[in-house]
Nanobody, 121 residues
Framework: QVQLVESGGGLVQPGGSLRLSCAASGSIFSIVAQGWYRQAPGKQREWVAHITSGGSTNYRDSVKGRFTISRDNAKNTVFLQMNSLKPEDTAVYYC???????????????WGQGTQVTVSS
């Protein structure tokens, strides 16, 4: 069973930066895509960014130019570099991977447990 563990959240002042990490453990045959979502209090979870197996990236408009998604395939880890943070970026951030555990299994969707990001002065 694949497990995803996020880290790197915390409290930061407006304009500051944080780098989130999401490390996978377990058997992985192939990865289709990796992404980040967030959920602010009282709001629905929303997509933030993703990176495909081919390396293509995409971002929601509100974070373009401020956030960067990247990965380290050797370490089965995906990152979200967040710069110029704003109070409206405050949320629990979740990583999400679409992957196959083995050649005989179909693509499955996995989520991390979430890490809190709070942007406040």
């Amino acid at each position: 069973q694949v497990q995803l563990v996020e880290s790197g959240g915390g409290l930061v002042q407006p304009g500051g930066s944080l780098r989130l990490s999401c490390a996978a453990s377990g058997s992985i045959f192939s990865i289709v895509a990796q992404g980040w979502y967030r959920q602010a209090p009282g709001k629905q979870r929303e997509w933030v960014a993703h990176i495909t197996s081919g390396g293509s990236t995409n971002y929601r408009d509100s974070v373009k130019g401020r956030f960067t998604i990247s990965r380290d395939n050797a370490k089965n880890t995906v990152f979200l570099q967040m710069n110029s943070l704003k109070p409206e970026d405050t949320a629990v951030y979740y990583c999400q991977w679409d992957l196959r555990e083995s050649i005989i299994k179909g693509v499955q969707n996995y989520w991390g447990q979430g890490t809190q990001v709070t942007v406040s002065s």
